[in-house]
């Protein structure tokens, strides 16, 4: 890595522990015992169909337009990811993603334009997924959990975009509704129910 390159990703780095996730909420802030570093998590896939997931997310006539699918289906077995960071604050549990992508044009990181950024770039079904991934998994670990009480959402933060001058820049927060989750949770584990 070049020196140049090292600048970039410390100054990514600073902003992002330094950075306002959520209200009265920074990284640098949480303890050791809040967080959970790249969290790994299994779906079974033999149900996992592209448009099947699109329709639950998105809703019916939102599925995938047609250069994202081609109508193929994902292979058997299991669908394998890790979330870069769980973390709890006010009893309230969050998936965090960090992304570096560039995005294009005027006012790109602004919360208009990220929320298009997060369709155009099918980043609302990834968090999706791992917002199931956490809600199983604080479902069979965590006693007395509850959806509504205890997952706060997912938050995707766009490095490129933290900007001290705009705090509301480079940061997206989703809270998927619990009937959502359900269904996908009926779809994808059709035996464990929510």
Same mark, same amino acid.
């Given at each position: ?23 009265? #909420? #920074? ?168």
């Amino acid at each position: 890595m070049n020196e140049a390159h090292s600048e970039h990703i410390y100054s990514w780095v600073h902003a992002t522990m330094n950075t306002e996730l959520i209200q009265s #909420c #920074c990284l640098k802030e949480l303890a050791k015992r809040q967080i959970i570093v790249e969290k790994p998590f299994l779906i079974p896939s033999d149900s996992l169909q592209p448009e099947t997931l699109y329709s639950l997310i998105r809703g019916r006539g939102n599925e995938i337009d047609g250069k994202s699918s081609n109508n193929q289906s994902l292979p058997k077995g299991f669908l394998k990811g890790f979330i870069d960071l769980v973390f709890e604050h006010d009893g309230k549990f969050f998936v965090l993603d960090y992304k570096t992508n560039t995005l294009k044009g005027e006012n790109a990181y602004a919360p208009e334009q990220l929320n298009k950024a997060m369709l155009d770039l099918s980043f609302d079904i990834q968090g999706h997924l791992y917002t199931l991934a956490l809600h199983k998994y604080l479902s069979t670990y965590m006693s007395g959990y509850d959806y509504d009480r205890h997952f706060g959402g997912y938050i995707y933060v766009f490095v490129r975009g933290l900007h001290n001058e705009n705090p509301m820049n480079g940061k997206y927060h989703h809270r998927p509704n619990i009937q959502t989750i359900s269904d996908l949770m009926a779809e994808l584990l059709p035996k464990e129910g929510v």
